[in-house]
């Protein structure tokens, strides 16, 4: 026999196994689905392991890498913080990210360093980077902030009004600051 | 078994996935989102898009002090609300299984975690999904109530005080009588479309003077209109992508490896999607719904330029269109691998008596 007959159903699924088939390989999917969601609720539960995923899948960026750093700050982990910060001042620099993106990893990668190089005693090195970030880049409210807190620690507080003024101006969430 | 207990199946499925934000403090721009609700809300505030998310997080202040548990957990109870409501309007459009099956997507999808997971983020969207959902419940009935009216317009209150995405709420109702011809001279309907208009344009016009008019967070990108939206176009195809293989998620959704090149592949890509929506319409109305769902919901954010790209909880509200399209396409695959079975054969080819 060349052809087979319709009425020939042997090695053929019956409609109930089509809809059973069909039924399983969407249980399967659905259970794949919750278990990668599952994965995800676990990384949500705190900045750290958010982050850490993140840097995970995507290696390359800048961004993922600052935000570790700060997780890590905030876990009182300052070796891993300023690594991680590293990482991102030199992936910062990439011909792929546009001119935007370069500039805001950079001068926020350098940023969290001097708040954290001025919070351990070491604020010549902080005031450098800070001047350095602003003369680059003015509207960046976080480093007009730390730089103008900067002068008022270290009993220059005038000094630091016009930056404190700048800050608060770029972002609301910044105090000008009072000096004594 | 039923559809209620395989929805009870789902919630409880839903319930053991996100068992691990129970442990979850408040993580990213948490913080930043949620120090507004320490302080007593004014009625500005209240009244302009979001007040109903400001007040949701400053009522739970002062229930609980700003517990990150309550909060997560009020999260997964507006998520499980969503899904039921999903499936309450899918059941209208699709069988029983396929209108499941696209709830139980939206229940346990992972491209809707971070909506759940995220509270700066996501309270919003989630309290605007309740609005827009119980809109388009309520007047895309095969007849629409007195109830069913006033459901629609508490529920539209919610939709444009979770989030300004709310006013979406009157396009998909709008789109649902087109689509499936609904409109039977109800004057519920009429009546209930009139209004909605007139607040839509309202709303509109106060969107436009509260979130748009002098943003400077709208004024820092660097590209233009049609690069702005080649590039949401490139995000928009990788969610798609990640819809059906979900591996590689993460919180950060900056696109840099876009070339102009491709990201205008991609628009063209969602242009002709829209018009394959708009062509076969008739032909494959779920499919196509589902299609316009989603870009509707997207349009904002093509249109709407900030500095960040198109990221999970802002496709919240739009995957539900994709859900939808998704069961529609393996309820006819079901359908077509049925009707190629032995028997259905045998039926066929044998006249009937």
Known sequence: ?180 | MTPKLWLIGLVLLTLAIYWPLRQAGFVYEDSVYLEPAQRPLGWAQLLAPRGLTLLSFRAQWLADGGVPRAAHALNLFLHLLCGLLVYAVSARLLTPPAALLASALFFVHPLQSETVAYLAGGRAELIAAVGILGVVWAFTGPVVTGRQVIVGILAAVAAVGGKELGVLALPLVALHAIWFRAWRGSWRLAGGLVMGAGVFLGLLVGVFHARILGNLYLTMTERGALAYAALQSLALWQYLGLAIWPVGLSVDHDVELASRGLTLVTLALTVSLASAVVWYRRRWPVVTFGGAWLLLALLPRFVVRQAEYLNEHQIYVALIGVWLALAANVQALSQWLQARAPEALCDSSSPSA
């Open chain 1, 1 to 180: 026999m060349v052809t087979g007959d319709l009425t020939d159903t042997s090695p053929m699924l019956t409609r109930s196994d089509r809809r059973r088939l069909t039924g399983v390989a969407v249980g399967i999917w659905l259970l794949l689905l919750s278990g990668v969601t599952c994965v995800r609720a676990q990384a949500w539960t705190s900045d750290l392991t958010l982050w850490t995923a993140a840097v995970a899948v995507t290696p390359q960026k800048p961004r993922p890498f600052i935000n570790l750093g700060i997780a890590w700050d905030q876990a009182g982990q300052l070796p891993q913080a300023m690594q991680a910060w590293q990482t991102a001042y030199a992936l910062a620099f990439q011909p792929r990210l546009t001119a935007y993106q370069q500039t805001f990893s950079q001068v926020a990668s350098l940023t969290n360093i001097a708040r954290v190089l001025a919070q351990h005693g070491q604020e010549p090195a902080a005031e450098r980077l800070l001047t350095a970030v602003v003369a680059r880049v003015p509207q960046f409210p976080h480093a007009q902030h730390n730089l103008a807190v900067l002068y008022a620690r270290t009993g220059r507080c005038r000094d630091g009004l016009p930056h404190s003024e700048i800050a608060a101006r770029l972002d609301a969430s910044f105090q000008v600051m009072v000096c004594p």
